[in-house]
Nanobody, 122 residues
Framework: QVQLVESGGGSVQAGGSLRLSCTSS????????MAWVRQVPGKGREEIAR???????VYGDSVKGRFTISQDSAKNTLYLQMNSLKPDDTGTYYC????????????????RGQGTQVTVSS
């Protein structure tokens, strides 16, 4: 069972920055893909960034150019650098991971962390 623990959330004013971290109980190299998913009450879940085994990254339109996903396999950690934050970025951010040792990304992410809250004030 993969355990994912997020940290780094908090409250910030619009225009500010935060960096989220997600520490995995197993090497991030063992997951074909990992992602950050944002949940806003009443709006459902949105995959905002994904990184795949070869380093390929994909971003949601709402965060493109402002957020950067990265990973450090030596630290078993996934990151999300969030710049130019907007009030619409407010939500709970979850780290999500593919089943370990799978050779493709199913985009279903059976493993998720407990989430970290980000609040952006105007």
């Amino acid at each position: 069972q993969v355990q994912l623990v997020e940290s780094g959330g908090g409250s910030v004013q619009a225009g500010g920055s935060l960096r989220l971290s997600c520490t995995s109980s197993i090497s991030t190299d063992e997951m074909y893909c990992m992602a950050w998913v944002r949940q806003v009450p009443g709006k459902g879940r949105e995959e905002i960034a994904r990184i795949e085994k070869d380093g390929f990254t994909v971003y949601g339109d709402s965060v493109k150019g402002r957020f950067t996903i990265s990973q450090d396999s030596a630290k078993n950690t996934l990151y999300l650098q969030m710049n130019s934050l907007k009030p619409d970025d407010t939500g709970t951010y979850y780290c999500a991971a593919e089943e370990p040792y799978r050779t493709y990304c199913s985009y279903n992410y059976p493993h998720r962390g407990q989430g970290t809250q980000v609040t952006v004030s105007s």
